[in-house]
């Protein structure tokens, strides 16, 4: 059992993220963590990881104890030649999820006020037409890859249009994020480094162009916004700060929904009963979304790192200790959620998963989320209510230790119209 003083625990030395059986079903190691040794150090990681929801809530809102400085620090040690490509063009500098007040307290008020309920709200019906349109180009097909055709295009198209990104870049963007995940919360290889690091620029100086350009001929979207509240006081938020969110939301904007996405319908088609609940009651939708956030969270884990030395669950963790919240883990804590690993769309408190995050840097774009995935299950089981998981398809998830969801997802339709 745990020792509280010192954190040492059974399992200390052999928690790896990123161990193939871990990354295909993580749940059953983490309850065991929850109960055995629910805040502990990890040395082959040098990490402290955090299990049990109050403590991972309690971390995620206390911002001056805890710093988000480490969230996007690549999880293993770069290669140098990774390294050199990126400091030779790659320029981005803590502005959202890695930055602290008060400059994050600064930038994040042009981003939540950019990224509007009304300009929200006002996306509805693009949503609905892109989802329409892919679903049109599947219909007729007995089978097919969900994440493919749907999950993944879908979000993509809808942030890329949020920010004004033009519509025919919109494929070579995609392309340059691709594996970006594994860059950072995983193992790669030199060779994939250095390939995704020269991806990283390319995608870095896009934006970069792409925010100059709008400058000089703004129009109704997320970039311009920002860039009109900059024209008027540019001391308030500078164009790198700008050209900052666009990256970090251009990418984190549509790679989260379409896990999420993902995750959801492949556990309401494994739940026949439920996937039909929600065929026959649409009503029920938003809530079984919340419980798919719940049970299978897109962001599996999160970073911190100590500002003091603080105590968590009984131990006493330095400052300067790096923290690996494992979100997954608090989503399923037994003392927040009964039963935690039945899935349920009745669940009466789904939403209070720790998914979309908490305190100053919870997600901006969790209403966005939502709302795609409300639309795209609305038109899903109103066109394809028959649906089926693939009799064959073994599920194979992203090989990273943050981002969670099945890279295919194989289904039957077999009533093609």
Request: overall charge negative; charged content about 25%.
């Amino acid at each position: 059992m745990l020792n509280s003083s010192t954190g040492r625990c059974p399992v200390q030395g052999r928690f790896d993220p990123l161990a193939p059986d871990y990354i295909a079903d993580p749940y059953p190691a983490l309850a065991t963590l929850r109960e055995e040794s629910p805040v502990f150090y990890e040395p082959q990681l040098d990490m402290w990881p955090v299990t049990r929801h109050e403590d991972v809530k309690r971390i995620l809102t206390d911002h001056e104890s805890f710093s988000g400085a480490i969230t996007q620090v690549p999880f293993y040690p770069l290669a140098e030649e990774a390294k050199e490509i990126l400091d030779a063009g790659f320029h981005a500098t803590p502005t959202v999820s890695n930055c602290d007040p008060p400059k994050h307290t600064r930038v994040r008020a042009f981003n939540v006020k950019a990224f509007s309920a009304r300009r929200v709200a006002g996306l509805e019906p693009v949503i609905r037409a892109y989802t329409t349109e892919l679903l049109d180009s599947i219909a007729s097909r007995s089978r097919f890859d969900l994440v493919h055709e749907l999950t993944a295009p879908l979000p993509a198209k809808i942030v890329f249009s949020l920010i004004g990104f033009p519509e025919p870049d919109w494929e070579a963007l995609k392309a340059l994020a691709l594996n970006r995940m594994a860059f950072t919360w995983g193992r790669s290889t030199t060779d994939e480094q250095v390939r995704i690091a020269g991806r990283m620029v390319e995608y870095w100086q896009y934006c970069t162009d792409f925010v100059a350009a709008r400058k000089e001929d703004l129009q109704d979207d997320f970039t311009s916004d920002l860039l009109r509240s900059h024209l008027a006081d540019p001391t308030a938020l500078s164009v790198e700060e700008i050209v900052n969110v666009i990256h970090a939301v251009s990418f984190a904007g549509h790679e989260t929904t379409t896990n999420a996405s993902s995750s959801t319908v492949q556990r309401l088609l494994t739940h026949r009963e439920q996937w039909e609940a929600i065929c026959a009651d649409p009503s029920l939708i938003p809530n079984a979304i919340e419980e798919g956030l719940r049970f299978d969270p897109s962001l599996h884990t999160w970073r911190k790192i100590t500002t003091r030395q603080v105590n968590i669950g009984g131990v006493d963790v330095p400052a300067g200790a790096k923290l690996l919240l494992l979100i997954g883990s608090a989503n399923h804590d037994p003392v927040r959620f009964p039963d935690p690993d039945q899935f349920d769309v009745h669940r009466s408190n789904s939403q209070q998963h720790l998914t979309f995050g908490r305190g100053i840097h919870a997600c901006f774009g969790a209403p966005l989320a939502r709302l795609e995935m409300r639309v795209m299950l609305e038109e899903l089981t109103a066109r394809l209510p028959h649906l089926r998981l693939a009799d064959d398809e073994v599920l194979r998830y992203h090989e990273n230790a943050c981002f969670r969801g099945p890279v295919r997802l194989w289904v039957d339709n077999p009533a093609p119209v």
